[in-house]
């Protein structure tokens, strides 16, 4: 009767694709038994570990609890209101509850298991759950995989949901990475765009993550807000730099459907800034923060050198990893899978998990799709697209084709071509490699797209790769 | 046995034991079908069953009454052989599209019984998916109806008639079949121009014209005045015109009576030799060329031997014919041992007036497209077409129209029943060049227009307009027909408050947004119908598009001289909303020669840019980009540019000022 049918939204991939592994500047020693092959952290790749088929070593835990929903907000979140404190919320505790049931009824392939080498709470708010709420999932968590004692552990939160005391007892938990909601420092535009704090939080925020001694936090901010200027967001960034984040994110507001700013607004149309302007935020962000000292890693991350969000990065990797909770995605096996987005369809699934009821079918999908979620990911990242590694899993020709649509992105400057020193191949050094098939599968190493101009059309950019892998 | 005047399906069938047909055709004899259970088919796709015999499921509030109905059910079992000639009624429906023509047949089919009502769905007769779904008809159809009468069973053949102008072959197609004619009219709207044109097909050909006044159930309805329009418009006497409500069942019966009363029998020939006159045709995958005919004179019945009198193929009525080219529509069928002398008159064969070229996004497509259009042609006479190269495009065809909607169809059917993905070029008309050598070159393709220094002059096709109006519209019609390079002829009032206006313009100038014009300009109220009256001299020129540099050659179009650079103008702007963006800077250029008239140009995108991947959830993410691939992939790479189907038709959609 209770049977719910989930589809994987994704499933398997039969070929062999093992990603550079990027984070030289970050060490990972951990305690834990993982294979060999895992753990090897320098730019060679292994050749004998289907890499999607590891175990995960992520995680990504979704809390969905937030005062009310910002209007550009179409997550699964869950508005609690403002009356009763999170302390005392029954819809907060069940909810974790039944996570950590979620948790423990979730199967474990590989034996041994490696411990979690990233942690993140996202939302949602996640600073509205009490800590020892918190500490109830990190438990679960721990006992059911293990938790490296090295793990990075990130949490979002909002200015105006947590004091001193709060934020000293999650660090206590190990939480050791904060990632701050500012959006925007004038209070007009976080009114309009309906968050719960104003840019009086903002401040005693940012000096309570200082105060307790967070080492790596985040600033995270919005750009293309409806009323906008580019002073506005000029101030903002200045701001940003002045206080000193080690990570700050970027993300272009996106206007979604079924949101309040869905039905109000137009992109591109007033009181949204114009194309042309929500360009040149993008520039400006790129230009400002570059120029402060920040790595322009990722399309909407920059960090201070060794900061770049490691638990961020096993999605642009093609890694695999865990998700828990309301409408959390998870790629596990091969397979990726979006958990349902209502409260009461999600325990459903609980219960179904607990009974064995939820199998992901192992059907292989072509080689065409997970070459295409490689280049979308990779693509995203200052690295790019590894051609060697690519190579070999998807074949040389896939990576000529790819090397020659792209011709007219060279030529205009989108697409950066790298040789195997991480030098950059020159406009004309390209067309010379075009008319030598054999030099063109030989010499570029790299595929990336510039910053910021091949960044700001990046969709525009990966569909063409769509088509070649696609064709 | 089929006797002279009726009508009749030849079925032409593969001569396996295994065939799916086998219990059917022991049931009704062997490949001559025509039975109480009346088979109908049609186009190839679909077939259904109309049954002859009537049936308790009949809507009680309709105007039969139950002793009628039990009485059509006797009749229905009947086997036909048993109507004489004299009991035969052959008659079409003409009407102007919208007036309700398919409504009509629909209800004529119910109340006789022919077909069961849970069978019964709207438009019954157009069962193209795109007819339905425009709701109009565009193939001839037929069916048989039986129907008492002082209690004589009556056969009554029904044709029913496209009513769109670019379609007039088809209706004089089916006229040609028959002795009697109903003529629907929209009791709320009067005579518009189509009217008139198939009346006046229908009077031609000596047919027994029965006004019917239709939707006399609307508010708005005026029969009275509309049938004293009809008498002075047409001159059809309207004194024993037929009030009826299609929609409501109001009046059937009377119309079916008028059939059986006012429309003549065909004339008994049934000694002559035989000769039948093949009205459409269309081959079936199981069971072979299917033809539908009109015995005009002799008899026919299963196991005949006979010939196609034009084409002079033998068969047996059992034989399986191979193509239907074999049997073309138009054709009369004999006896093979007793011949006719001179075949039937046929028809009048037809000619495109609009033609484009249709290119397969996917060169790998062509040869689908070329079987596809060979499919379509074998019942759709008037499509023609050749095969047509272009750099730009690669290989495609040249197609031959009736006019725009005959175009726009057969590009859906393209697309839905054979799956193609296309990309259609401006339709453009037949111009005539005559060379500086002498001769004369007959060109439907700009792209191929002789050089300017070739050429002494261009002749291009007029046609002949007439505008059925309100007279509130008729300064903005004539506005319209000035504009279009129309000359006045003649305009007169028909009634007090309606007028009749003649144009004489260019073939060219109504391809396009005329229709649409006309109706936005008239609010809906004025009606056309067009003739071909010749071809006439014009001060011509080519105009050519370019797209980043590279001249665009499925883009160039011939206009006059003297709208080169208005059209130039709006052709850029146009272009210009209809191609996407791209990631560099794009001139859309209008050239006559090598000078530039017109310029405009895209901008690039600034931004296209999904910030987050929120959680690691990318697959909305990845459907996005698979999606936006997909869009390229369904344009054409012009140069560096790709360019969506719209904008090849660009030239369509200007602006009326500028034209």
């Known amino acids: ?471 | 046995m089929a006797t002279a005047a009726d009508f009749c399906r030849l079925k032409f069938m593969p001569l396996s034991v295994n065939s799916p047909f086998h219990h059917q055709q022991q049931h009704h004899g062997f490949g001559f079908n025509y039975s109480n259970k009346y088979k109908f088919s049609y186009s190839g796709r679909r077939s259904f069953r109309v049954n002859c015999q009537t049936t308790s499921g009949v809507d009680s509030s309709s105007k039969v009454s139950h002793s009628d109905l039990q009485l059509a059910a006797v009749v229905g079992k009947d086997r036909l052989s048993k109507v004489p000639t004299s009991n035969i009624r052959n008659f079409s429906i003409i009407a102007h599209i919208d007036h309700g023509k398919s409504t009509l047949a629909d209800k004529l089919l119910q109340m006789t019984g022919s077909v069961e009502s849970r069978e019964m769905k709207d438009q019954f007769l157009d069962n193209m998916d795109l007819e339905r779904e425009r709701g109009i008809t565009i193939k001839l159809q037929a069916a048989r109806m039986r129907f008492m009468y002082e209690n004589e069973p009556y056969c009554l053949n029904l044709i029913d008639t496209p009513g769109h102008v670019d379609f007039s072959y088809e209706v004089s197609r089916s006229l040609a079949a028959c002795e009697g004619a109903l003529l629907v009219v929209d009791a709320s709207q009067g005579v518009e121009a189509q009217t008139l044109a198939n009346v006046y097909l229908a009077l031609e050909n000596n047919l027994e014209v029965i006004p019917v006044l239709n939707k006399i159930d609307l508010p708005g309805a005026e029969p009275n005045r509309i049938s004293q329009e009809i008498e002075e418009v047409i001159g059809l006497d309207c004194s024993n015109a037929i009030y009826c409500s299609a929609k409501e069942g109001i009046g059937i019966t009377e119309i079916l009576n008028a059939i059986v009363q006012r429309i003549p029998p065909p004339h008994d020939t049934n000694g002559r030799p035989l000769r039948a006159l093949i009205f459409d045709s269309y081959y079936d995958a199981y069971r072979g060329v299917i033809v539908y005919f009109r015995v005009v004179d002799g008899t026919i019945k299963k196991g005949d031997r006979i010939i196609f009198m034009a084409s002079g193929k033998v068969g047996y009525l059992s034989a399986s014919i191979k193509s239907v080219a074999d049997a073309r529509v138009g054709d009369t069928i004999t006896h093979y041992t007793r011949r006719a002398e001179q075949s039937l008159p046929g028809y009048k064969e037809a000619t495109p007036m609009v033609f484009c070229g249709l290119f397969p996004i996917d060169a790998d497509q062509f040869p689908e497209l070329r079987d596809a259009l060979e499919k379509l042609q074998l019942n759709d006479a008037a499509l023609k077409f050749e095969p047509e190269t272009s750099s730009a495009m690669g290989f495609g065809f040249r197609c031959g129209f009736l006019g725009l909607l005959h175009m726009e169809i057969v590009q859906e059917r393209l697309e839905r029943e054979y799956n193609l993905t296309l990309i259609i070029t401006a339709p453009s008309v037949v111009y005539r060049v005559n060379t500086i050598y002498g001769d004369t070159v007959e060109c439907s393709n700009p792209s191929l227009l002789p050089e300017p220094g070739k050429r002494s002059s261009i002749e291009e096709p007029y046609v002949k307009i007439e505008l059925l109006t309100p007279k509130d519209y008729i300064g903005p019609l004539m506005e319209l027909a000035q504009d279009r390079r129309g000359e006045f002829k003649e305009m007169k009032y028909l009634t007090e408050s309606r007028a009749s206006i003649i144009y004489e313009l260019p073939l060219a100038e109504m391809v396009g947004d005329f229709f649409d014009q006309l109706k936005s300009r008239s609010k809906g109220y004025a009606s056309m119908e067009y003739s071909f009256i010749g071809y006439r001299e014009s001060e011509l020129i080519k105009l050519d598009i370019l797209i980043n540099g590279d001249c665009v050659e499925p883009l160039a179009t011939i206009v006059h001289k003297d709208k080169a650079y208005a059209v130039g103008r709006a052709l850029t702007q146009k272009l210009k909303e209809l191609i996407p963006r791209q990631m560099f800077k794009v001139p859309i250029q209008a050239c006559v020669g090598s000078k530039v008239i017109a310029s405009e140009s895209l901008s690039a995108i600034r931004k296209d840019v999904l910030a987050k991947c929120y959680g690691g959830d990318i697959t909305r993410k990845k459907k996005l980009l698979r999606k936006q691939a997909e869009g390229k992939r369904r344009m054409k790479a012009i140069g560096k540019v790709d360019v969506p189907q719209e904008a090849f038709m660009a030239v369509l959609k200007l602006e009326k000022e500028v034209l």
């Open chain 1, 1 to 471: 009767m209770l049977k719910l049918s989930f589809t994987p939204l994704s499933t398997t991939f039969p070929s062999k694709i093992i990603p550079p592994r990027l984070l030289k500047s970050i060490t990972t020693n951990t305690l834990s038994q993982a294979p060999q092959t895992v753990r090897q952290n320098d730019t060679t790749t292994s050749t004998n570990t289907p890499q999607h088929k590891l175990p995960p070593k992520s995680a990504y835990i979704h809390l969905p609890f937030c005062r009310k929903r910002c209007h550009y907000c179409d997550f699964p979140i869950i508005a609690l209101g403002s009356s009763s404190a999170p302390e005392e919320d029954p819809r907060i505790l069940n909810y974790i509850q039944t996570l950590c049931r979620e948790i423990k009824a979730t199967s474990l392939n590989s034996n041994p298991n490696p411990s979690l080498e990233t942690v993140f709470f996202g939302g949602g708010t996640p600073s509205l759950v009490p800590p020892k709420l918190v500490s109830l999932v990190l438990e679960t968590l721990s006992s059911k995989f293990g938790v490296s004692l090295e793990a990075e552990m990130s949490m979002e939160m909002d200015p105006g949901t947590f004091d001193r005391g709060k934020l000293k007892e999650l660090m206590e938990l190990r939480v050791n990475r904060v990632s701050l909601g500012v959006q925007a420092f004038q209070d007009g535009l976080l009114k309009a765009c309906g968050r719960a704090h104003g840019v009086k939080e903002i401040y005693e925020a940012i000096d309570i993550v200082k105060a307790c001694g967070v080492e790596n936090w985040s600033l995270d901010l919005i750009s293309s807000l409806p009323h906008q200027t580019p002073e506005m967001w000029e101030e903002s960034l200045k701001l940003t730099i002045q206080a000193h984040p080690t990570h700050v994110s970027v993300y272009d507001l996106q206007v979604e459907k079924d949101t309040k700013f869905g039905v109000l607004y137009t992109p591109g149309e007033f009181p949204l800034p114009s194309e042309d302007l929500s360009a040149e935020f993008y520039r400006m962000a790129s230009r400002m923060l570059t120029d402060a000292g920040y790595n322009h890693y990722e399309i909407s991350s920059y960090c201070r050198s060794g900061y770049m969000c490691k638990h961020n990065y096993t999605y642009w990797k093609n890694e695999p990893f865990y998700g828990f909770g309301l409408g959390s995605a998870s790629y596990v096996n091969g397979i990726r899978f979006s958990r349902p987005r209502k409260l009461k369809e999600f325990m459903h699934y609980v219960e179904l998990l607990e009974d064995g009821g939820v199998n992901c079918e192992d059907d292989s999908t072509d080689a065409k799709d997970l070459a295409m979620d490689v280049i979308m990911l990779s693509l995203r990242t200052a690295r790019g697209l590894d051609l060697k590694s690519f190579a070999k899993a998807f074949g040389c020709e896939l990576v000529l084709s790819l090397c020659k649509v792209y011709q007219p992105y060279v030529e205009s400057g989108h697409i950066v071509f790298l040789d195997d020193k991480l030098k950059t191949i020159t406009v004309d050094e390209y067309s010379s490699l075009l008319s030598d098939d054999r030099k063109m599968s030989e010499v570029p190493a790299f595929l990336r797209l510039s910053d910021p101009d091949g960044f700001l059309l990046s969709n525009e950019l990966i569909s063409h790769a769509f088509g070649v892998v696609g064709s």
